[in-house]
């Protein structure tokens, strides 16, 4: 079936550590997308590729850092920059426009919790 | 830039009952809208998108949203509810000429349908 894997669900960090959030689709889509969510605020757009070896900031970018080496795969690294970094994540996915699918897939998101 | 507005926070109501969840947006320019639906701990799932044509758009499970233009609008309704409609509910658009998952989300309507 294909879909958005993001792995892993829950994770559990120390503050000051990196962590590396995994993001892998067959959807064969051009574009990947990361958000955060938090309880009350909506989602909010961090970075954005809209195709491989190239990546855009989104609207809070700060302490995080992406990579897209691969169509199917957007790695997203919470650095110890991150001041508030315990959230949900989730990964994205859609095809240009014009194209038939014409809606972003959701992966199933990776609960991060910084102690 | 857009911004989108999900006027209540909280829906509670009664099983059969219908209900209607508000949202508006603001945009410069043309834009996709989008109402996505969330179950606890997992990703979003589209509900109904609106594109072009009729203003009018239906889900396959009941639920339709109404585009107006004039009101910068984009209500989601459904006439009679189901116990397992309750989740959290988004607004979203996403601006014309792009790709479709650079989406500006409202804020979250959490419904909770009681029996």
């Known amino acids: 079936d294909g879909g958005i894997t993001q792995s892993p669900k829950y994770l559990f960090r120390k503050e000051g550590q990196n962590v590396t959030l995994s993001c892998e689709q067959n959807?064969?889509?051009?574009?990947m997308y990361w958000y955060r969510q938090d309880p009350g605020q909506g989602l909010r757009l961090i970075y954005y590729?809209?195709?491989?070896?190239?990546?855009q900031k989104g609207d809070i970018a700060e302490g995080y850092s992406v990579s897209r080496e691969k169509k199917e795969s957007f790695p997203l690294t919470v650095t110890s920059a991150q001041k508030n970094p315990t959230a949900f994540y989730l990964c994205?996915?859609?095809?240009?426009?014009?194209?038939?699918?014409?809606?972003?897939?959701f992966g199933q998101g990776t609960r991060l919790t910084v102690v | 830039a857009q911004s989108v507005t999900q006027l209540d926070s909280q829906v509670p109501v009664f099983e059969e009952a219908p209900v209607e969840l508000r949202c508006n947006y603001s945009?410069?320019?043309?834009?996709?809208l989008f109402w996505y639906v969330q179950y606890p701990n997992q990703g979003l799932q589209l509900l109904l998108k609106y594109l072009s044509g009729s203003t009018l758009v239906e889900s396959i499970n009941g639920f339709e949203a109404e585009f107006n233009k004039s009101q910068t609008s984009f209500h989601l309704r459904k006439p009679s509810v189901h116990i397992s409609d309750t989740a959290e509910y988004f607004c979203?658009?996403?601006?014309?000429?792009?790709?479709?998952?650079?989406?500006?989300f409202g804020q979250g309507t959490i419904l909770t349908v009681h029996p």
């Open positions: 959807l064969n889509h051009d574009a």
């Open positions: 590729s809209q195709i491989v070896n190239d990546f």
């Open positions: 979203a658009v996403s601006p014309g000429g792009t790709s479709y998952g650079k989406l500006t």
């Open positions: 945009s410069s320019v043309s834009v996709y």
């Open positions: 994205a996915s859609s095809s240009p426009r014009g194209t038939l699918d014409t809606e972003a897939f």
